[in-house]
């Protein structure tokens, strides 16, 4: 049986070097190279084309992200599985929108980054446990802010989507053709039916969820 092809690329020495010896010490796997630079990195992913591509998101000066994107283009076939310290979920939808096909944290045990290696080789996505339970309880989250959001009316619909814009009250009331103290009572009810406390509480409300 063909060994996995793989490259590794954190800029922690120590790290590349356990995970070397971790994946080297199965027969499945064989770690080709390992590099903690990105202009290196896609060099060697061109010359070797590795089956697998271990990249740390949180290298610098040129980030994971971006060597992802760089090494997608020279090596194609390679897929790649993001590693990073953090566990929201927008930092893995980042990497798969630059190309990677897994995600796993560095809180993830070694039995699961053999997994996601695995599962990667064989063609399918791989997003660690630790993500994807966060990814669960945001939509259980996001399914009661949509039942709020059901609570206002278009206008009021309309007048958070101008606050979220940063235009004040005064400015809305222009934009909308309506009267500064027709605004005013459309925030209060806005404010009422969300259950927040103030407009600093309701523009937290619409950031955080990303309205």
Not at 28 to 41: C, K, L, Q
Not at 130 to 142: G, R, T
Not at 152 to 159: A, C, V
Request: net charge neutral; with cysteine; glycine share 4%.
């Amino acid at each position: 049986m063909e060994k996995i092809s793989i490259l590794l690329v954190d800029d922690h020495k120590l790290i590349r070097e356990s995970w070397s010896f971790i994946l080297n010490s199965d027969k499945r796997f064989e770690v080709i190279g390992e590099t903690s630079d990105a202009a290196e990195a896609v060099e060697i992913a061109k010359t070797l084309k590795p089956r697998i591509v271990l990249m740390d998101i949180n290298m610098s000066p040129v980030n994971g992200f971006e060597t992802t994107k760089q090494v997608r283009k020279v090596s194609p076939t390679s897929k790649i599985i993001g590693i990073s310290m953090h566990t929201m979920p927008a930092y893995a939808r980042k990497m798969l929108q630059m190309g990677a096909v897994g995600y796993v944290t560095k809180n993830s045990s070694k039995d699961e980054l053999l997994a996601a290696i695995i599962e990667v080789n064989d063609g399918k996505k791989y997003i660690c446990d630790e993500v994807k339970n966060i990814l669960a309880q945001q939509e259980l989250e996001d399914d009661g802010v949509k039942t709020d959001l059901n609570l206002l009316s278009k206008r009021e619909l309309d007048i958070v989507k101008l606050i979220r814009e940063g235009l004040s009250s005064k400015e809305i009331a222009v934009r909308l053709d309506i009267s500064l103290k027709t605004v005013e009572v459309h925030r209060y009810n806005i404010l009422k039916k969300l259950n927040l406390k103030n407009t600093a509480a309701l523009v937290n409300f619409i950031n955080s969820h990303g309205l």
